[in-house]
């Protein structure tokens, strides 16, 4: 099972408090260091110093790193027109030597597009589409040809479709691409956007009893359209909380103003034991990779205690 470390940012961080979890997830040997793509703090807290863009701090993380892989758990089609983002996402996989992952969704958070002037369409999922349609358009229109997409919401006229990403496509290995991660709670659109256009499905924070089902789901739409399930990639996201023991624990929970007993019921939380517990249930349910979501970004003992005491377990 892939352990990847997960960020974010918007609840307050720097570049530099990015790049210490960074390089303590290389150290330590996680499989990668992913981000939120958010611009508003969530919760209490004052955000300070600020939001971080994700695909210009995963640019600095792709000089300022050299095994693990990058990506962002989930970037909003909201954001960015899809050219500009197949352009940047391309980029940073080409600094990072091909070390790049993106992660795209509908987009959620009414508050941070109010707060930045950023439009926020009620109806978000045709866009969500279109731009899946977009980039990976973009990055599989071989050199020298052109690519055009002409759809609800945008328009791209004899497009040179570059710069190309060093990766090949997951989907077709004789093209262009970066792997794609498509994720969300839905029981329809999402398993069938995932089977279509995703190296990977991601379930972010389920309830845990929901696991199976949605694993199920995305694979029978995987069939729907011709594609073998085992070639699509199963992921949660879940938050993390471990101690040696009950007093450790507490305080970390307490850091990141979170109960105890909460966290043991939704997250990977709890002593080392139950941590890796917990982690070989969701590999028995047929998960192959979680993301720690790591909320306290200057406890870095934490990491060190997972990836030593809770990662050997599943080796």
Not at 36 to 45: A, F, I, P, Q
Not at 183 to 209: D, H, I, M, V
Request: with cysteine.
């Amino acid at each position: 099972m892939d352990l990847r470390i997960f960020t974010e940012p918007q609840q307050g961080a720097s570049y530099d408090d990015l790049l210490a979890v960074a390089r303590a997830t290389e150290d330590l040997g996680f499989d990668a260091f992913f981000r939120s793509d958010h611009y508003l703090v969530m919760g209490d807290g004052d955000g300070l110093p600020g939001p971080t863009d994700a695909w210009t701090t995963l640019a600095g993380l792709a000089r300022d790193t050299s095994r693990i892989r990058l990506g962002t758990l989930v970037s909003s089609a909201t954001f960015r027109h899809p050219g500009v983002l197949a352009i940047q996402v391309a980029q940073v996989d080409q600094m990072s030597g091909g070390r790049v992952e993106l992660g795209l969704g509908a987009g959620w958070f009414a508050q941070e597009h109010a707060a930045y002037g950023i439009p926020f369409p009620a109806k978000r999922f045709g866009l969500l589409t279109e731009q899946l349609e977009i980039v990976t358009g973009l990055w599989g229109t071989p050199v020298g040809e052109r690519f055009d997409h002409a759809g609800e919401h945008y328009t791209l006229t004899d497009s040179p479709a570059l710069p190309k990403p060093v990766q090949t496509s997951p989907l077709d290995a004789s093209r262009a691409g970066v792997p794609v991660i498509v994720g969300g709670n839905g029981p329809t659109r999402t398993p069938r956007l995932a089977a279509r256009f995703g190296a990977e499905y991601n379930q972010s924070f389920p309830e845990l009893a929901d696991v199976p089902g949605r694993i199920a789901r995305v694979r029978e739409a995987c069939v729907e359209v011709g594609r073998d399930p085992g070639t699509l990639l199963q992921s949660v996201a879940l938050v993390l909380c471990v101690g040696r023991d009950d007093a450790e624990l507490a305080r970390r929970a307490a850091a990141i103003g979170r109960e105890v007993p909460e966290l043991r019921e939704h997250g990977i939380a709890g002593t080392v034991d139950e941590a890796a517990a917990r982690l070989r249930e969701l590999e028995a349910q047929g998960v192959q990779r979680v993301y720690l979501q790591v909320l306290d970004l200057h406890d870095l003992e934490h990491l060190q205690l997972v990836a030593e005491q809770v990662g050997t377990q599943l080796r």
